[in-house]
């Protein structure tokens, strides 16, 4: 039988009041009330059991009565109103529909198949153009689910049907260039020709055509995902600097530059070198005390955020904890950071292209798959930031990250020859498999395709239940080796580890999630939770009991052995036998042509200026700076009980802190600071200086609250535009090239990185590129948390200082931004006096010298005094701004972004020691803190520039985001 | 004194053990995390141990509804033992999602002919939030978890967790029976002026409640994330305190069996 559960809320409709809302901001109208009048939710059961028993399972499990009322109905029935059911696409990850299977059974109630819905009821003939955006846009996302008009149809919910093994040669060896390039093209393989016609020779030696699975495995191994073939590439680049040209070839850039200068920094450090794995494993690891090692990562997941915001955040987050978890042998995650960059929320729905989602449904969506995996995972999200740009309305980015902590005995690993390989955690569907397509709309799928294709929803208690199992079988010693599977599945994760020995693999021993997937699609499907394991054999029963233990599915999936060849097999047929040196060292190098015109500064054109008081207003309302407490309060950013310094603070709990404080043992007092730093905008103008101010950025937020400059490590992402257009790729080579010299002359190594390059959209009459984006993410030890410092004013009576020198850089600033204008110059990094500042800066504040301290990032001095006095609740007169930023006029005084300044709040009994710590390096007394709650700020004429209530700075900041 | 031994269970999803066991251990006690499936295989086991503390997180995803699907299990497995296990003058904590279960398990008040009486709903503002709230006991509650706590300043970290009672007169009926042990209040400790001092929608600003016997609590705030003086979101600005407000709330349970 199949049954309908049917559940409606008893009062407030919360879901019709966020979909008609959603309605009538996409069309600026008030129809939405008209096209749903209410909602429910429900289930589909599917199982030998009367109506009673349906009944049963609705009371004592799907419904609460106390605030819900339920029914049960077969499935088809019409209950007299018209209502549109959104179903999930057969083969979409339903993680409600797996519990109510597994807590069914705990009930003794025998179910077969469960599915979830959500329904909304409304009339039948709504004007298409409105149906159109409530089914498409509303009520269901297209990559994922599907609306059904009016009943349910009586179908069985079953997915898949067994699949016949039939063996796939593909036939190469003869084929020309275009047939080659119309191959790779159209297998999806996104080889180039010369990679083709190496494929080719590689098999024309081996006197065979290669199998559909070897072409595949050739295909990911050499990915640009995989492989970061164009980063490790050749590039001849070309710089073009007041017509003088200058050509360096780079053999291989990041090696040459970000990893380099991490290589030149640990022969610096000596015997101090506290980098213990570095762009080595999944993510980079320094020290941390005796007993633990900190380890970080951050990834993108771009492409999938832009089809199906919530689904591709939340597999971006789920992917990016598996990275520490897959390091060494296993580090136990201690926090997440997360970074988007969106187009902004009110955009124009009427001007959205073709395809592209709204910007305000995208941000939901993100911050939402965020939340639901993070605070799931028991991880808090702790820092991060979103930066709004039109550019990035088509290809939005999110970047999540990870840290970790791992034992200092555990960061060693190597599969051994006679390991099982040994796949834990989520079973393997056709989730993430190139080509997929979502071509069933039927709520019953006979046909061989299971959708989610391009888009995976995760489920985080698949993966926290592997976590767990990870770190007791870790602590027992009982693998040699693990790696996560994310791109390019086990073909990419045994691939890797079997890189130095050889691996044997009977795919037809992968658990599945459904019948029907060929053994090519086994190999590469990357289905999320799954990590894999080289066990010895010895060892194996007791893993397999700890798994079992916890209700974690483990399978040996094959051997290690030491052949140098990957070997796949199905049901004993040989599949794919390919030499791993092949596949790790075959690849053909890329060779790519990079050129970036520098251009000198032109004086600031276009806009109108705007008085000083209004700017600060303003750029405080901005998207990019306003408050971001309705995303931060979504995350839990406490559990674990390890937080030291949150991510809002002040005397409200609601300022915005520049970083956070993580104690990751519990007891311990040492502490772990994060921070990012990124402006794109500063890119437009160049991109050598954006890469040096955001590294300057992410440095000085971690100083800002503790961190020990001297302990830093950084980590880049790069998010760019289509490389094979030489100035964009020109623009990413010099950002790397300010990566490695500001790296060096800071002493902070790089210890990780990613890059995700082609984010372009194209339609038929619109490009849109996204600005080249780097993000930098900076984790930095704090010996003791008990001197941690914040962002807000503490007490009356103190004197404020500003730290570093401002000078006339508006270029690229906020207050270019809200006025209009372009041009100028871009904030600069002094990077022989920047390293001299942070580490005077460290010394104050563990000396007990700063009350509070706020680095200057957009919008300058006004909005940093600003944030600083109305999340303290202590106003502020600053009185002396002309002496110490002199030479410049009030506006850039104000609101220059110049890079390495700070405000601190200082006793007036500590000036004199503060001053002497900082010998020789810009500090100059700007202010003093006052009991009025009011910010004010005179000019150099003497007169007030600035005399604001805190209050109604603090509105203006508070009001674009308070959701 | 006897130290005593807790009993902090681990269910798929459970994500506030390692903290719920530092709190404990700070208190004094021995703490051990237990899977509920090593449970289900000998529910005896339960009786090694004197507290039985269920964390918070996510267990089994909160799929259907927040603890639901832990709170079937309590139901379905380990009903017999809890109930001996209370009975025998022991004592259970369940924080947040391990309120949220033993609550749905029926543990704090039993369901009657008509179903289950209270439950712990959607937050009214429609999200999940982490935001440090203030809390009074009321004055003559039953639960030894309180002895001698008036106030408490904690973190609520939740989706659901408003106090939501079938009908008015099991509202009055619990407070009535000193069953209503916790309240959301203002900063000084007074009535709250409605959100965010109750910051989920509870009915009679409710935030955790004890049995009959007193002696099995639930509360939706996080007692074990103020354990550390360090903890406290504004310790920059008024200093490190001796300890974190939580604590007590542990000591309480471990005293409770020196007595």
Request: proline share 5%; hydrophobic share 40%.
């Amino acid at each position: 039988m199949l049954w309908e559960v049917e559940i409606r809320p008893l009062g407030l409709d919360g879901e019709r009041e966020r979909v008609c809302d959603e309605f009538d901001l996409l069309t600026h109208s008030q129809r939405g009330a008209d096209w749903v009048s209410s909602s429910s939710r429900g289930f589909l059961l599917e199982g030998e059991i009367d109506r009673a028993a349906a009944e049963q399972l609705m009371k004592d499990l799907l419904a609460d009565l106390v605030v819900e009322e339920a029914s049960v109905f077969e499935v088809g029935h019409t209950s007299g109103t018209y209502s549109f059911t959104v179903l999930l696409k057969p083969g979409v990850m339903d993680p409600v529909a797996e519990s109510v299977l597994g807590a069914a059974a705990d009930l003794g109630v025998p179910l077969k198949a469960v599915r979830t819905f959500r329904r909304y009821f409304g009339p039948e003939n709504i004007p298409s153009a409105d149906q159109n955006l409530l089914f498409r846009k509303v009520l269901a996302n297209d990559a994922i689910e599907q609306v059904i008009l009016g009943p349910l149809k009586p179908e069985h919910l079953a997915l898949g049907k067994p699949y016949a093994f039939k063996k796939t040669i593909v036939p190469l060896r003869n084929l020309g260039d275009d047939e080659l390039v119309k191959l790779s093209k159209e297998g999806q393989l996104a080889l180039n020709l010369d990679e083709m016609k190496t494929v080719q020779a590689h098999f024309k030696e081996q006197d065979r055509d290669p199998t559909d699975v070897e072409l595949e495995t050739v295909a990911q191994t050499w990915s640009e995902h995989c492989s970061h073939k164009t980063l490790k590439g050749t590039i001849d680049y070309t710089e073009i600097n007041g017509g003088q040209r200058k050509t360096i070839r780079y053999g291989n850039l990041l090696k040459e530059t970000i990893f380099g200068a991490t290589q030149e920094l640990r022969k610096r450090f000596g015997a101090d070198d506290w980098c213990v794995s570095v762009f080595a494993d999944n993510a980079g690891v320094v020290t941390f005390d005796e007993n633990f090692h900190a380890c970080i990562k951050v990834e993108t997941h771009n492409h999938p955020s832009a089809i199906e915001p919530y689904g591709g955040a939340n597999t971006g987050l789920g992917g990016v904890i598996r990275d520490p978890l897959g390091t060494g042998l296993g580090a136990k995650p201690i926090c997440n950071t997360d970074v988007f960059c969106f187009a902004n929320p009110d955009f124009p729905p009427d001007d959205l292209p073709t395809g592209v989602i709204h910007p305000r449904r995208t941000m939901i969506g993100v911050v939402s798959g965020v939340r639901d995996y993070g605070n799931r995972m028991g991880i808090p999200t702790v820092n991060g930031a979103i930066v709004f740009d039109e550019r990035y309305l088509a290809n939005p980015l999110v970047f999540c990250g990870t840290l970790g902590i791992i034992p200092v005995d555990k960061v060693e690993k190597a599969s051994k020859p006679g390991d099982y390989i040994v796949a834990v955690g989520g079973r393997t569907g056709r989730d993430g498999i190139h080509g997929a397509t979502f071509s069933s709309l039927e709520l019953t799928d006979e046909s061989e395709t299971v959708s989610g294709g391009a888009v995976q929803i995760g489920n985080a208690i698949a993966e926290k239940k592997v976590l767990d199992v990870i770190l007791q079988a870790r602590d027992l010693g009982l693998y040699s080796a693990i790696t996560d599977c994310g791109a390019g599945g086990f073909s990419s994760a045994v691939g890797e580890m079997g890189a130095d020995l050889g691996a044997s693999v009977q795919l037809e021993k992968c658990p599945l999630k459904y019948a029907g997937l060929s053994y090519t699609e086994i190999w590469i499907s990357e289905s999320q939770e799954r990590m894999v394991l080289a066990v010895p054999p010895k060892n194996w029963p007791e893993l397999q009991a700890l798994c079992a233990g916890e209700g974690v599915e483990a399978a040996i999936i094959g051997t290690f052995e030491n052949t140098g060849r990957l070997k796949l097999s199905y049901q004993g047929e040989p599949v794919g036998d390919v030499a791993m040196h092949f596949l790790h060292d075959g690849r053909p190098t890329t060779a790519k042509v990079a050129e970036y015109e520098v251009k000198s500064a032109t004086p600031a054109t276009g806009g109108t200026a705007m008085p000083p008081a209004d700017a600060l207003l303003k750029i405080l309302g901005s998207y990019s700076v306003c408050s971001k407490e309705w995303v931060i309060r979504q995350y839990d950013h406490e559990v674990q009980g390890g937080s030291v310094i949150k991510p809002l603070t002040g005397v409200m709990n609601d300022g915005p802190s520049d970083a956070s404080v993580v104690m990751p043992v519990l007891g311990s007092m040492k502490g772990l600071a994060v921070a990012c730093g990124l402006n794109p905008r500063y890119g437009d103008l160049d991109t050598y200086h954006m890469a040096a101010t955001a590294i300057d950025e992410a440095v000085r937020n971690v100083v800002a609250v503790g961190g020990n400059p001297a302990r830093t490590a950084i980590l880049d992402n790069f998010c760019w535009g289509n490389v094979n257009d030489p100035a964009i790729l020109g623009s990413l080579v010099r950002t790397s090239e300010a990566c490695r010299d500001v790296a060096l002359a800071f002493g902070t190594p790089f210890v990780s990185g990613k890059d995700s390059l082609n984010n372009q959209y194209t339609s038929a009459n619109r490009k849109i590129s996204i600005p080249g984006t780097l993000l930098v993410t900076a984790m930095a030890h704090v010996d003791d948390v008990r001197q941690c410092v914040t962002m807000d004013l503490k007490e009356t009576g103190n004197e404020l200082y500003l730290v570093g020198t401002t000078k006339d850089e508006l270029g690229g600033s906020h207050y270019h931004l809200i006025t209009g204008q372009t041009g100028g110059q871009v904030p600069t990094v002094d990077v022989s006096t920047a390293p001299k500042i942070f580490k005077a800066m460290h010394s104050a504040i563990t000396g007990g010298l700063i009350r509070s301290c706020h680095d200057l990032s957009e919008g300058g001095f006004a909005v940093s005094i600003a944030e600083m006095a109305f999340a303290g609740k202590i106003g502020a007169d600053i009185t002396e701004l002309t002496t110490a930023a002199p030479g410049i006029d009030d506006t850039a005084r104000l609101f220059s972004e110049s890079a390495t300044r700070f405000v601190i709040e200082v006793k007036p009994a500590n000036g004199a020691a503060l001053k002497k710590m900082f010998d020789g390096l810009p500090l100059a007394k700007v202010g003093t803190t006052v009991k009025e709650p009011r910010l004010r700020i005179a000019g150099a004429d003497g007169e007030w520039l600035v005399w604001a209530k805190l209050d109604s700075l603090k509105e203006a900041w508070q009001k674009p985001l308070r959701w | 004194m006897a130290t005593p031994s807790v009993l902090i269970l681990r269910a798929p999803g459970a994500n506030c053990d390692m903290e719920a066991q530092f709190a404990f251990e700070q208190a004094g006690a021995v703490a051990k995390r237990i899977h509920i499936n090593r449970l289900r295989e000998n529910p005896a086991l339960l009786h090694q141990y004197q507290i039985l503390m269920i964390p918070g997180g996510f267990s089994f995803g909160d799929d259907v509804a927040a603890g639901k699907i832990l709170a079937n299990q309590l139901t379905a497995f380990l009903s017999d033992e809890l109930r001996k296990f209370r009975d025998r003058e022991k004592l259970i904590l369940g924080v947040c999602n391990g309120f949220q279960a033993i609550l749905k398990a029926g543990l704090l008040l039993p369901s009657d002919e008509e179903g289950p009486m209270v439950t712990l709903a959607h937050n009214t503002q429609g999200k999940f939030e982490d935001r440090w709230i203030h809390l009074a006991t009321v004055p003559g509650n039953k639960s030894p978890f309180l002895k001698g706590i008036n106030q408490m300043y904690l973190p609520i970290a939740h989706g659901e967790g408003n106090f939501v009672c079938r009908k008015e007169w099991i509202l009055k009926g619990l407070e009535q029976a000193g069953q209503v042990v916790l309240r959301y209040a203002s900063p000084g400790g007074g009535a709250p002026n409605g959100f965010p001092d109750n910051p989920n929608g509870s009915q009679g600003d409710i935030a955790g409640v004890c049995d009959a016997s007193g002696r099995v609590m639930g509360l939706m705030p996080h007692p074990e994330r103020h354990i550390l003086p360090t903890q406290h979101p504004r310790w920059t600005r008024e200093g490190l305190k001796k300890e974190g407000d939580g604590l007590q709330l542990f000591r309480n349970a471990v005293e409770f069996f020196a007595e």
